[in-house]
């Protein structure tokens, strides 16, 4: 026997019985947790859920089922129960994830229909998809889910029909799910990226990890803006095993015919992808069955960090700042001064600055004059890479932003897909992306694009831009934070306002100002500085609090 698409009048107040006078799925539930991992130290929670119930009604087998999608062990294992035979082993709850920003509301637009279904509307603050990859909504959007059931040769009701992928309360997704960065290389090989992905806490994390990062990283890093080590047919087979900390990843294809760089860079990415397991200190590899001869190799960058100090400009001069002290930058402080400098950019070396001043933007460098590179009028603070290109831009042109070369060079690089004026322009530490915060008639955005370079470090040009999810207070500034993450300063009444964005996660408020002109990042959220009107620098304190560090400057200049 088999329901329909639409439940009857009893259905529906059975199953508003069964939820306690709401028709609203419960975040809580017959659900526990247990940890997970081999050494099982308790520090990530995976749920369990209890199968269907002998006797259930269609509401409550519909109840149970979304409540056993908070239980992800052994692929759905438990959810899969609540599923007819036919449907059990073709539902993908990996599709997708809708991320509940309400109540899980079931419906039905026509209690007189004859056929007895149900439906579920559910409103939607973010999704996973089928990669991992997170998107917070702007707005929560409505979603209608359809379930139809039959019953087994038992007489007991089964789900025939349910949408692919699961439904987690927002307050539930972070015990159901884990962060888990995958780490690309940038083109230069000299450093690595964080990929940040979405899935589900469960001992098979290895195995999915290492799938994806075998896939490739997400569509903006595409074009070449990250690279990786593995050949395009390399496999995960038959999976990640793990022993006494050691994960061994057994891979076919192509991988143990490369030279010894590409096979030591091949198992640094799986390390450093593998590490955000607690259960995991060492990695072996085969190919085919046979161990990977890994070598050695040099060094690469994953952590980029700065001085703990703000940098910035103050009465005694520029470099690096305490209340009562300042230590200056050898071969630029002296020349960021003698500019007169109203912001600027420290490059990732110490060696050399990209200043703006009254005149224009500025190359700074320890061992040569100042270079005026950039004359145009209302020029932003620009930003310097890794490889020495300043970036310039007018303030009130989207599409002005160019990357200028220690010998002068102009390289224009169009951005269509800015719209308004900009307000702020950041290249990220590892200088593989720029971040650009902008202003315009549909309100203030913030904009993560990934740089395209030429063989010979070129940049050419922008990959596909993502576009992160902000509120509509218009935008002060806006800086990285680390490799991952990026913070805004925006308005907010006669204040201001710090928010953390996270690249592919969820976005954290960390307060408000009585004033706030500038935003520098620094080591991880702790080191986020924030000048007020008044020159003053404040910090966030230990309960999540603003507090003045006693400094007052005319600029923060940003550390790369």
């Known amino acids: 026997m088999s329901i329909g698409r639409r439940a009857p009048l009893a259905v529906l107040l059975a199953l508003a019985m069964l939820l306690s006078g709401c028709a609203g799925i419960p975040t809580g539930g017959a659900v526990g947790t247990i940890g997970i991992g081999s050494d099982d130290d308790g520090d990530e929670l995976l749920t369990l859920a209890e199968g269907p119930q002998p006797g259930d009604s269609p509401a409550q087998l519909l109840n149970g089922f979304l409540i056993a999608q908070r239980a992800p062990q052994q692929n759905y294992s438990v959810a ?36 007895d279904g149900l439906d579920v509307t559910v409103d939607v603050g973010a999704v996973v998809d089928s990669t991992g990859v997170y998107t917070e909504l702007a707005h929560p959007e409505t979603q209608n889910l359809s379930y139809e059931f039959e019953q087994n040769a038992d007489g007991e009701w089964r789900i025939s029909r349910a949408p692919a992928g699961v439904v987690v309360p927002g307050a539930r997704f972070t015990s159901t799910f884990g962060a888990y960065p995958l780490y690309f290389f940038d083109p230069s090989w000299r450093g690595v990226v964080p990929d940040v992905r979405w899935f589900p806490n469960t001992a098979s994390r290895a195995d999915r990890i290492v799938k994806e990062l075998l896939a490739g990283p997400s569509p903006w890093y595409g074009q070449g803006v990250l690279a990786t080590a593995f050949p395009s047919d390399t496999k995960l087979d038959p999976g990640v095993t793990v022993s006494s900390g050691t994960a061994t ?8 015919n490369q030279d010894g760089d590409a096979r030591w860079r091949m198992q640094e990415q799986l390390r450093l992808s593998l590490s955000a397991l607690s259960d995991i200190v060492s990695i072996e590899v085969t190919v085919g069955g046979f161990p990977l001869d890994a070598g050695s190799g040099q060094t690469v960058e994953s952590i980029y960090r700065v001085n703990d100090e703000p940098l910035g400009l103050d009465e005694q001069g520029f470099g690096y700042l305490t209340s009562s002290t ?13 500019l007169g400098a109203v912001g600027g950019t420290l490059a990732r070396d110490g060696a050399r600055a990209a200043v703006r001043s009254d005149r224009g933007v500025w190359f700074v460098a320890a061992d040569a004059e100042p270079a005026l590179v ?15 290109f300043v970036w310039s831009a007018v303030a009130a042109d989207a599409d002005s932003i160019r990357a200028i070369d220690a010998a002068g060079g102009v390289h224009e690089l169009a951005a269509p897909h800015l719209d308004g004026e900009l307000v702020s322009l950041d290249v990220s530490r590892d200088g593989t992306r720029v971040l650009l915060a902008t202003r315009g008639p549909s309100g203030p955005a913030l904009t993560v694009a990934g740089i395209i370079r030429d063989a010979s470090g070129v940049p050419i040009g922008f990959g596909d831009p993502l576009q992160l999810t902000i509120g509509p207070s218009p935008i002060v500034d806006a800086a990285w934070v680390d490799s991952s993450t990026v913070a805004t300063l925006t308005q907010a009444g006669d204040g201001a306002q710090v928010d953390l964005y996270r690249i592919g996660g969820r976005h954290d408020a960390l307060g408000s100002l009585a004033s706030g002109v500038q935003l520098v990042g620094g080591n991880f959220a702790d ?4 000048r007020a009107a008044d020159g003053t620098v404040w910090r966030r304190n230990s309960s999540g609090g603003w507090q003045s560090t006693g400094i007052v400057v005319s600029f923060l200049a940003t550390q790369q």
């Open 374 to 388: 950039d004359t145009r009028g209302g020029l932003l603070d620009p930003s310097i890479d890794r490889d020495g």
């Open 80 to 115: 899969r129960d609540f599923l007819a035979s036919e449907l059990r082993a073709k539902w993908s709850p990996t599709a997708r994830v809708l991320i509940s920003d309400g109540p899980i509301v079931v419906q039905s637009d026509d209690e007189d229909a004859a056929g």
């Open 527 to 530: 080191g986020i500085r924030v």
């Open 249 to 256: 990843v057994a891979l076919t294809g192509d991988a143990g």
């Open 326 to 338: 300042i230590n200056p930058v050898p071969g630029i402080s002296t020349a960021v001064q003698s």
